[in-house]
C-alpha cells in the first residue's frame, strides 16, 4: 500500500486516499504484544511520509472499505461509495470479523483504484495453464528443497513457489532451480 501511494504521487496524482480495512494500530507496542513479538505499531513509510509532505495529512483511512463503484458516461471508474467498518464477533466461528456499519456510507471521486491487499499465489490462468498442483498456501506445490512441479519438465521459483518474498529469494531460488534444470536435463550438474 505505501508503494502504491509512493507511486501514485511520482506520477503526478491530484490526491490520494488509502483505505486500510483494520483499525489504526498503536504508536508504540501494547503491553500484549511484547518484545520480542513482531511490533504490531503504526509504521508510517515513505509513501505516507511523501503524501503528508505534498497533501498536508496523513492518506490513510483505518475501518473503511469500498462498497459501491461508479462508472461516467463512458465507462471508466469516476467515483466509489466507502464505508466504515467495526470489528464483531461471528457467533458461529466465534472469530472477530470487520463488518460494515450502516448508514456510514460517503461516496469519493476516484479514477483510479489500486488493490494493495496482500499476495495470494500467482494469478491461476497461469497455474492452470500448466496444470501445476498447488499447495494450501495457494503456491505452485514441490518437495522441500526442490523447483519440481508434478508436471513433466515444469519447474518454478520465486514468488510464485514460495509466496510473496523479496527480490534476493527470487535470484537464489532462479539459480537454484536452474541448477536442478540443468541436472535434469543432463544428469548432472556443475551449476
Ligand atoms: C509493491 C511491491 C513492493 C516490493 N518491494 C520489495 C522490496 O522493497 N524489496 C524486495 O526485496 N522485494 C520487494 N518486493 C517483492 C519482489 O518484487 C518479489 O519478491 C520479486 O519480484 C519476485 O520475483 P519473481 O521473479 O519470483 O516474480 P516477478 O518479479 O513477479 O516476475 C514474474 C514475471 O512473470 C511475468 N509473467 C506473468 N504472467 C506471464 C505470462 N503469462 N507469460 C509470460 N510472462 C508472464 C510477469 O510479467 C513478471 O515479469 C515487492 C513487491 C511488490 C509487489
Known amino acids: 500500500g505505501n508503494d502504491c501511494i509512493g507511486t501514485c504521487i511520482r506520477h503526478g496524482c491530484k490526491s490520494i486516499t488509502a483505505l486500510e480495512m483494520m483499525p489504526e494500530p498503536p504508536e508504540e507496542r501494547l503491553p500484549s504484544n511484547p518484545w520480542p513479538q513482531w511490533p504490531r505499531v503504526k509504521k508510517t513509510d515513505y509513501g505516507h511520509e511523501e503524501a503528508i509532505a505534498l497533501f498536508g495529512h496523513d492518506p490513510r483511512l483505518y475501518q473503511t472499505t469500498i462498497k459501491e463503484f461508479h462508472k461516467d458516461e463512458n465507462?471508466?471508474?469516476?467515483?466509489?461509495?466507502?464505508?466504515?467498518?467495526?470489528?464483531?464477533k461471528d457467533e458461529?466461528?466465534?472469530?472477530?470479523?470487520?463488518v460494515p456499519?450502516?448508514?456510514?456510507?460517503?461516496?469519493?471521486?476516484?479514477?483510479?483504484?489500486?488493490?494493495?491487499?496482500?499476495?495470494?499465489?500467482?494469478?491461476?490462468?497461469?497455474?492452470?495453464?500448466?496444470?501445476?498442483e498447488l499447495n494450501q498456501r495457494t503456491n505452485v506445490k514441490t518437495a522441500e528443497g526442490s523447483y519440481k512441479t508434478n508436471?513433466?519438465?515444469?519447474?518454478?521459483?520465486?514468488?510464485?513457489?514460495?509466496?510473496?518474498?523479496?527480490?534476493?529469494?527470487?535470484?537464489?531460488?532462479?539459480?537454484?532451480?536452474?541448477?536442478?534444470?540443468?541436472?535434469?536435463?543432463?544428469?548432472y550438474t556443475c551449476l
Open 75 to 88: 465507462g471508466n471508474l469516476s467515483a466509489v461509495t466507502i464505508v466504515s467498518l467495526e470489528s464483531k
Open 92 to 98: 458461529k466461528t466465534g472469530r472477530f470479523m470487520m
Open 101 to 132: 456499519v450502516e448508514g456510514s456510507e460517503q461516496t469519493l471521486p476516484c479514477e483510479l483504484l489500486l488493490i494493495a491487499a496482500g499476495f495470494l499465489g500467482s494469478q491461476p490462468y497461469v497455474s492452470e495453464a500448466f496444470g501445476v
Open 151 to 187: 508436471v513433466d519438465k515444469v519447474f518454478t521459483a520465486g514468488d510464485m513457489h514460495r509466496g510473496q518474498s523479496l527480490v534476493v529469494w527470487g535470484i537464489a531460488e532462479g539459480r537454484a532451480c536452474a541448477r536442478e534444470v540443468d541436472e535434469y536435463l543432463m544428469g
